[in-house]
T-cell receptor, first 115, second 112 residues
Framework: DTAVSQTPKYLVTQMGNDKSIKCEQN?????MYWYKQDSKKFLKIMFS???????INETVPNRFSPKSPDKAHLNLHINSLELGDSAVYFC??????????????FGNGTRLTVT | QKEVEQDPGPLSVPEGAIVSLNCTYS??????FMWYRQYSRKGPELLMY????GNKEDGRFTAQVDKSSKYISLFIRDSQPSDSATYLC????????????FGKGTKLTVNP
């Protein structure tokens, strides 16, 4: 199936650990994103990459480091996890570079719980 | 003031009701408005996309933009239990069209 797929679906870990979330899209899109949805369901952009180049880097702690090995993959590595990092992380992709040029296609999220 | 404000609800209606979901936005320069639907434990999916003012209809769904009052609405006619989801309005940010900012979402439950 064509889709945006994220792994793992659930991630439970302790404070201070380092973890990674992987994302792959087979839609042939040029731009990929990471969004964070907090407990109040507020969805906020973190990063975007266009053809492996970083385009958007919101005010996110530098413990979060995205990596795009190719335009079909965008991974998120988080160092020294904190309780406040608990959220659902969504990967998304779009055909163009702008949010208006084509709709975002979201994955089904990675539910991160930090204990 | 947040760029996009949305009443989080929750909203509970009987099947067949007309549903009205609303957002306000801050920047009069915003031109594009979107509605995303998010089912429980799923990612958001684009439902409607409108440009500038006016109405856009797609089946039972109508998106409306009122630029004079900076108000966007989504109407659902003949609501169905399958419409039960969280609805998020979105618009490109003041910072540039490549950034999409979302409202907090309104959780809708349609009861059979």
């Amino acid at each position: 199936d064509t889709a945006v797929s994220q792994t793992p679906k659930y991630l439970v870990t302790q404070m201070g650990n380092d973890k990674s979330i992987k994302c792959e899209q087979n839609l042939g899109h040029d731009t990929m994103y990471w969004y964070k949805q907090d407990s109040k369901k507020f969805l906020k952009i973190m990063f975007s990459y266009n053809n492996k180049e970083l385009i958007i880097n919101e005010t996110v702690p530098n413990r979060f480091s995205p990596k795009s090995p190719d335009k079909a993959h965008l991974n998120l590595h988080i160092n020294s996890l904190e309780l406040g990092d608990s959220a659902v992380y969504f990967c998304a992709s779009s055909q163009g570079q702008g949010a208006t040029s084509s709709p975002l296609h979201f994955g089904n999220g990675t539910r991160l719980t930090v204990t | 003031q947040k760029e996009v404000e949305q009443d989080p609800g929750p909203l509970s209606v009987p099947e067949g009701a007309i549903v009205s979901l609303n957002c306000t936005y801050s920047n009069s320069a915003f031109q594009y408005f979107m509605w995303y639907r998010q089912y429980s434990r799923k990612g958001p999916e684009l439902l409607m996309y409108t440009y500038s003012s006016g109405n856009k209809e797609d089946g039972r769904f109508t998106a409306q933009v009122d630029k004079s009052s900076k108000y966007i609405s989504l109407f659902i006619r003949d609501s169905q239990p399958s419409d039960s989801a969280t609805y998020l309005c979105a618009t490109p940010s003041e910072g540039g069209s490549e950034k999409l900012v979302f409202g907090k979402g309104t959780k809708l439950t349609v009861n059979p």
